[in-house]
């Protein structure tokens, strides 16, 4: 079995339930600007997210559509389009930082926080 060209994780979840589980933290993240979470899912949350941002900094008609396809939650992307836009716009990227807080109580999982610049 070959793994080139595979990108992304799995994160032990059918594909519904993953969709739903990044929308969920992106908008959590685009919401509160820092969220807590498990450090493979911080890195799979980072790819979304900045992805919106980069739909918010260019603002038109068709990227607001896409950005509202990624996530259907009309204040996130408000935000994106709105605050966050003009935030990151003269920043190329890098719009996410995720700092490592070490394993978890209960099963030793890696945990991180992930926040906005």
Do not use: C, W
């Amino acid at each position: 079995m070959s793994s080139h060209r595979v990108a992304g994780r799995k994160l032990s979840r059918y594909r519904s339930q993953r969709v739903a589980l990044l929308r969920s933290l992106a908008a959590d993240l685009i919401r509160h600007e820092r969220i807590t979470t498990t450090l493979a899912k911080a890195k799979e949350t980072r790819v979304v997210t900045e992805r919106l941002i980069t739909h918010g900094k260019n603002g038109s008609l068709h990227h607001r559509r896409l950005a509202m396809s990624q996530v259907p939650q009309t204040d996130v992307v408000r935000k994106v389009f709105d605050d966050l836009a003009t935030r990151y716009a003269q920043r190329p990227g890098g719009y996410t930082r995720i700092v490592k807080l070490g394993p978890r109580q209960g099963d030793a999982a890696l945990m991180a926080v992930i926040e906005l610049v």
